[in-house]
């Protein structure tokens, strides 16, 4: 068997273990049992058992730069066994190194093509290298491992991969065919909770809120407070009690789900809703019939019979008129006062948000600012940017301020007042992020930005609406990323 390729591993860290134990210390426990590990391998340093014992410690401990440093002493033995290049595969792993990876689990397989969990590993790679670049033959790729890894092995983990990639890649059939067959599989409370989200993809509700309260149950669960009292099933009767309705999950859940409000108003004698400190305001002036809370008060504070966390309403939904012009409301001298304060009431003003999130999951709902120049570019246009806080890095500041983008965030206390901006604008344009639902539970004419393969709840991307929202058409990319055919279609809608 070849020895590891000395041009893959030189200078990926420095070869002095001593300094990367000091450099990698991030708690007593730690420190110790990687000063075991050392010792332990300073009395075989070449017995490939020990290296490989000791390496494999290390990548437990997230440790990875130090295990590759132990690898990096074995280049001059020969006849590396198997697990050797697999271990150093899932070193490089670690390291995101997935080109290293690819190359050491490679010549683990040429030996062994049998291994269904290396298969499966390999399929993650691609699978990360799809997501990384949105080339769709990396998708293919890690299909055809991930099948493999199943072939060999029924087991759920590889086929809950099968799933997501084909749904990635477009195959509503064998999506969905592949989804029944993981519920015979074991599925753990998250594959319910995403069973439940790709059948709202679908539009096949009635299945999706069979399974929607796994939310609470997955490995991750979604946070809700504990409160010591009923949970309201939605059946029982309650019109002599009082519900307590709580907030949960993001900002934007909480003006897409809160529209749901009105629903139990007439089932309850009393209805009381919790949400966040920043859209407190907001929801307060736009539900006055209601008690509002913020969700840093103590529940003990006041009584209720009952509660129920606010997605949960969404099991009452009106399928004939679930698609609302507006729900959330601002005051009208404040939306003058924003106008007359901040913007040129002799040019078109529009609102944007392009950036959402870091997590790699979800980074495809985001948009490179450089898109909007087709529209930067009109005539008597002027754009102003609604990023904020984490949402507003140093070089977007920068970029904006090259493209003559005013951001509007320092103006912005809470959601009320990037509500009243909102209302202020005559139209918005973003990606899906917070500033769509609100744009649209405001009523806001906006144009939503989709890529081709969108979050579950946009179950409705055709049309002069988004299902959500009377006021928000989608523009939905033909390929992941196709962008600039987007803004063309957009750039022909503000001409007209």
């Not at 993650?124 to 099948?147: R, S, V």
């Not at 679930?322 to 939306?335: A, C, M, R």
């Not at 002027?382 to 103006?411: A, C, T, V």
């Amino acid at each position: 068997m070849n020895c590891l390729k000395e041009k893959n591993f030189k200078n990926k860290v420095s070869s002095d273990l001593t300094k990367s134990i000091d450099n990698s210390l991030m708690t007593e426990n730690i420190e110790k049992n990687i000063k075991e590990i050392k010792r332990e391998f300073d009395r075989n340093p070449r017995d490939e058992y020990t290296i490989i014992k000791c390496a494999d410690r290390l990548n437990k401990l997230n440790q990875p730069k130090i295990a590759l440093n132990i690898l990096k002493r074995t280049y001059n033995l020969k006849n590396h066994s198997l697990d050797f290049y697999r271990l150093c595969g899932d070193t490089m792993f670690k390291l995101n190194d997935l080109e290293s990876a690819i190359e050491q689990y490679e010549i683990f397989l040429h030996h062994d093509n049998k291994n269904p969990l290396l298969l499966n590993r390999m399929g993650n790679i691609y699978e990360m290298k799809y997501d990384n670049t949105f080339d769709k033959k990396y998708l293919d790729i890690a299909i055809q491992y991930f099948t493999k890894a199943f072939n060999l092995e029924n087991n759920r983990l590889y086929l809950k991969n099968l799933v997501i990639c084909f749904g990635k890649i477009g195959d509503t059939k064998t999506h969905r065919e592949l989804f029944k067959k993981l519920l015979d599989c074991n599925p753990t409370a998250g594959d319910l909770w995403d069973y439940s989200c790709s059948n709202f993809r679908y539009g096949d509700f009635e299945e999706s809120f069979k399974y929607i309260d796994y939310r609470f149950l997955k490995e991750n669960p979604i946070y809700y407070p504990k409160i010591n009292k009923p949970l309201w099933n939605l059946k029982e009767d309650i019109s002599n009690k009082t519900l307590l309705v709580h907030t949960e999950q993001g900002f934007g859940d909480t003006f897409m789900f809160s529209r749901f409000l009105k629903k139990v108003k007439d089932k309850a004698k009393k209805v009381i809703f919790v949400t966040q400190k920043n859209t407190y305001r907001l929801i307060k002036n736009s539900f006055l019939d209601f008690e509002i809370y913020p969700d840093d008060i103590d529940l003990t504070s006041f009584d209720f019979d009952y509660h129920i966390p606010l997605m949960t309403l969404i099991k009452l939904w009106d399928f004939e008129g679930n698609t609302l012009n507006q729900y959330l409301k601002v005051k009208e001298n404040d939306i003058e006062e924003f106008k007359n304060k901040f913007l040129d009431n002799k040019k078109l003003n529009i609102g944007i948000s392009y950036y959402g999130t870091e997590n790699n999951a979800f980074k495809y709902r985001n948009v490179d600012l450089v898109e909007f120049e087709p529209i930067n570019n009109l005539k008597n246009v002027q754009l102003y940017s609604f990023q904020y806080g984490d949402k507003l890095k140093d070089e977007f500041k920068i970029q904006e301020n090259n493209m003559g983008i005013i951001n509007l965030s320092k103006h912005f206390k809470d959601f009320y007042d990037t509500a009243a901006a909102v209302c202020a604008m005559d139209l918005i344009i973003t990606s899906d992020n917070v500033l769509l639902n609100l744009a649209g539970a405001l009523g806001k004419k906006t144009y939503a930005l989709m890529n081709a393969y969108s979050e579950y709840r946009w179950y409705k991307l055709q049309g002069d609406n988004i299902g959500w929202y009377k006021s928000v058409k989608p523009f939905v990319a033909s390929e992941m990323n196709g962008w600039k055919q987007i803004f063309n279609k957009v750039v022909n809608n503000i001409g007209e």
